[in-house]
């Protein structure tokens, strides 16, 4: 039985995997090869030049923050954590997958994703491709990795505090007009399907000694995530909607009005896609790293010169 609920956890994260990539690459098409697409990312992006001075600070402290020493760092001490509590093939799994989905992220910016220019005035807006974010990919696998490696006790918290570091950092990314919501979005569909198939490998690799009894789920966060989530990208498509002039409409003669509302939506939706993506990965984890097994503890003989029995050890409570 045990074999079999790994067999299909495992199918599952794998279809998961596949959905993500599809998804990323639809994101592609929309954003990039279609007009309509690119004057929604365009709008979205003009509109933050509204307001960038008053939160320039902040971003600007945010995006200081992401950098390659910071993700080196933060991939050494989420290892060390995972080989903290024995956990040796977790320790390799959250550091390919922190290493994984940047190095994809950069691969698909610098070799394989191109922005074409389709005729449409203000489309040309910020970078020729900026198609996956950087930033968003650092912070967002960083984030997912340290729910994967923490004690179960531990989740939930860190499930939040690194969905609104992902999403903050994201939302930054789109203030300072680096990048359009369209780069977050398809940066957190690669996180995700980076994580979806380490976590398949983790669950089938699983001995012995990892196949205890699974650690505490967190319903009611993975729930008021997945609404948040789920409400903030409702939210993000009306506000779009609202400021859509239709696919042909250049983004330099959108009304004022008409981009804070854009601006707004792309924050949002941000947010949303990050707050889902966080709850999809709380929802397994506690399959994908169950509690370690209890040790055997040998039969020991009885009589008046045994009393005092060692057992043979402490299983990990930490979980």
Not at 183 to 196: E, F, H, K, Q, Y
Not at 213 to 230: K, Q, T, W
Not at 250 to 277: I, M, N, Q
Request: proline share 5%; net charge positive; charged share 10%.
């Amino acid at each position: 039985m045990r074999s079999l609920v790994r067999g299909l956890l495992a199918g599952w994260l794998l279809a998961l995997a596949v959905a993500q990539t599809a998804a990323l690459a639809l994101v592609w098409w929309i954003f990039i090869r279609t007009p309509h697409g690119q004057v929604i990312d365009a709008t979205v992006l003009r509109g933050t030049r509204f307001g960038r001075a008053s939160v320039e600070q902040l971003v600007s402290g945010v995006l200081d923050a992401v950098s390659f020493a910071s993700l080196v760092a933060a991939t050494i001490v989420l290892g060390f954590i995972a080989l903290a509590r024995r956990r040796v093939l977790l320790a390799v799994a959250a550091t390919v997958l922190v290493a994984g989905a940047n190095l994809t992220t950069q691969v698909l910016k610098d070799y394989v994703v191109s922005r074409p220019d389709l005729g449409i005035a203000g489309t040309n807006i910020g970078a020729p491709n900026s198609l996956p974010s950087g930033h968003m990919t650092v912070a967002a696998s960083v984030a997912v990795a340290a729910v994967m490696v923490v004690p179960a006790r531990l989740r939930a918290m860190v499930a939040v505090l690194g969905a609104c570091y992902a999403a903050l950092t994201g939302i930054a990314t789109l203030s300072a007009g680096w990048h359009r919501p369209s780069d977050a979005l398809a940066a957190l569909l690669i996180v995700g399907a980076w994580a979806s198939v380490v976590a398949a490998v983790l669950v089938l690799a699983q001995r012995s000694r990892t196949t205890g009894a699974p650690s505490d789920p967190h319903p009611r966060m993975v729930g008021g995530l997945a609404l948040v989530g789920g409400a903030a990208l409702v939210g993000a498509v009306l506000l779009v909607a609202l400021a859509d002039q239709g696919p042909l409409t250049p983004p330099v003669e959108v009304g004022r009005s008409r981009l804070v509302l854009a601006y707004a939506g792309g924050a949002v939706g941000v947010a949303g896609a990050t707050c889902l993506t966080m709850a999809v990965v709380l929802a397994t984890v506690h399959r994908v790293v169950p509690r370690l097994a209890e040790p055997t503890v040998a039969a020991q003989p009885t009589g008046p010169d045994t009393d005092l029995v060692v057992a043979a050890g402490e299983p990990d409570r930490t979980d």
